[in-house]
């Protein structure tokens, strides 16, 4: 079965600090993909990063960075220097090959105080 | 290069009554995807349509259908509505079914 489990309902950070969202998936599949998606109060669900199974380098983009790990399964999302604006809800989701659906955590909220 | 959009934002109805969410897609895009968000949850999958034809189902009843439209545009229809429909709908589009997937704003509806 696959499943996605965001253990951290909520963290909140003071401005400039790094924060580490953690995002823990299962699946039976060899081949897959991550994601990583922000929704600000607005509701619309902003696209981040999409990893495949097969690559797990590190990524980095600007201030953002991501660990993938398959061997613990995870799929951890860094924000060095956090900002204000960094304050949403961030979800992981899952996507096996073969399906097309989405499987989403329950997200971690992100305060980000000035 | 246009966003996905959704209409209506808002949208109060009251049980048993019928509702229609429209979704545009994305310039280029060839497949919607349709998600139901309840409050402090993630998205959950209720179906995809890929040029007009519905390619993959979640677990959600037969009142939930779904149209895809020659440009794309696409509509999700829910019959007999029940108070846990109440939730944010968001479309999704995408230039393929294994491309990643843009997200509108979501159409919130409550039902009374």
């Known amino acids: 079965a696959q499943k996605v489990t965001q253990a951290q309902t909520e963290i909140s950070v003071v401005e400039k600090e790094d924060v580490t969202l953690d995002c823990v998936y299962e699946t039976r599949d060899t081949t897959y993909y991550l994601f990583w998606y922000k929704q600000p109060p607005s509701g619309e669900l902003v696209f981040l990063i999409r990893r495949n199974s097969f690559d797990e380098q590190n990524e980095i983009s600007g201030r953002y960075s991501w660990n993938f790990q398959k061997s613990t399964s995870s799929f951890n999302f860094t924000i060095t220097a956090s900002q204000v604006v960094d304050s949403a809800v961030y979800f992981c989701a899952l996507s096996e090959s073969g399906t097309y659906k989405y499987i989403f955590g329950t997200g971690t909220r992100l305060k980000v105080l000035a | 290069e246009t966003g996905v959009t959704q209409s209506p934002t808002h949208l109060i109805k009251t049980r048993g009554q019928q509702v229609t969410l429209r979704c545009s897609s994305q310039?280029?895009?060839?497949?919607v995807s349709w998600y139901q968000q309840a409050l402090g949850q993630g998205p959950q999958f209720i179906f995809q349509?890929?040029?007009?034809?519905?390619?993959g189902r979640g677990n959600f009843p037969p009142r939930f259908s779904g149209l895809q439209f020659p440009n794309y545009s696409s509509e999700l229809n829910v019959n007999a509505l029940e108070l846990d429909d109440s939730a944010l709908y968001l479309c999704?589009?995408?230039?393929?079914?294994?491309?990643?997937?843009?997200f509108g704003d979501g159409t919130r509806l409550s039902i009374l």
């Open positions: 999704a589009s995408s230039y393929h079914p294994k491309q990643p997937q843009h």
């Open positions: 349509y890929y040029r007009e034809e519905e390619n």
């Open positions: 310039s280029g895009h060839n497949t």
